[in-house]
């Protein structure tokens, strides 16, 4: 117990060294403007009266996993602990996500990418909160829920307030959205063990990483193929990436070929993280 503890302590330590470090490199750096053309995606096609239709419509798997997500929470994964809630958080961001994007994308400008940004720079840090409760403590977790609502929308809407001043600064919206990036990982790496398996959140990972190279090479994707750009290859990974993660609603989950299943001790018979 003892050692459990201690290993408890760690990973908050760590997250705090991590977060501290995250502001105060970005604290150190010039202001990170937005690309001015960042709003000028490959793919603007028009289909049934839907501009730019193949990036509006690819958010559609988001919004429908975010929607099934919830509910297989809500019966499966203890709704009513920490734990359980915070599971719910993360898919409710998700499926906001989803409906936000989808807004941006139907006519992109500053503006409009505010209801894409505002759930994005939420949805990382709630997936971080589902494995500090499971791993560190449902408590922390939970205090943290409401400075993470704060932090995520301000970093938007500072944005947005300094490209209105004509000096757009994306620093501290890039530090809420890759900050969990490191502390996901590094609880992982000192509390391996939960009943929220490992291997589904690394085939996440694995896909969000496709989903930001697809979006780089978005109008080269779109010259190779003719038919798909890589922004809306963009959002089907980003889609993938949600369903591997879908198995974390079981209370349960595990991971997949493995015997302890990272802390966990049976499978759900019809969410194995090994799907998709």
Not at 3 to 17: D, F, P, R, Y
Not at 158 to 184: H, M, T
Not at 234 to 262: D, E, Y
Request: with cysteine; aromatic share 10%.
């Amino acid at each position: 117990m003892k050692n459990q503890n201690e290993k408890k302590k760690a990973a908050v330590l760590w997250s705090a060294i991590l977060a501290t470090g995250a502001v105060a490199a970005a604290l150190a750096m010039p202001a990170v403007p937005q690309d001015p053309s960042y709003h000028n995606f490959a793919d603007s096609r028009v289909f049934l009266g839907i501009p730019n239709a193949p990036d509006v419509l690819s958010n559609l798997p988001l919004t429908v996993l975010g929607i099934a997500a919830i509910v297989l929470c809500r019966r499966k994964g203890g709704p009513d602990s920490i734990p359980g809630r915070m599971k719910i958080f993360f898919f409710a961001t998700v499926l906001a996500t989803g409906v936000g994007s989808s807004i941006y994308h139907w006519r992109p400008d500053n503006f409009s990418i505010i209801w894409d940004r505002i759930p994005l720079s939420v949805m990382f840090m709630a997936l971080y909160l589902v494995f500090l409760a499971d791993r560190v403590s449902a408590k922390a977790a939970s205090l943290l829920v409401w400075p993470v609502l704060a932090a995520g929308p301000a970093s938007v809407l500072y944005w947005y307030w300094s490209e209105l001043q004509g000096a757009g600064d994306l620093r501290f919206y890039g530090v809420v959205k890759l900050l969990p990036l490191l502390l996901i990982p590094a609880t992982i790496f000192i509390r391996p063990k939960g009943t929220v398996g490992n291997a589904p959140l690394w085939k996440g990972l694995a896909w969000y990483v496709s989903a930001t190279v697809a979006e780089f090479l978005d109008g080269r994707i779109f010259r190779i193929t003719g038919f798909i750009s890589g922004h809306t290859l963009k959002h089907l990974f980003a889609g993938i990436a949600v369903f591997c993660l879908l198995s974390i609603c079981h209370k349960n989950a595990v991971c997949p070929g493995s015997r302890n299943g990272g802390g966990g001790r049976h499978h759900s018979p019809d969410l194995r993280a090994g799907r998709g």
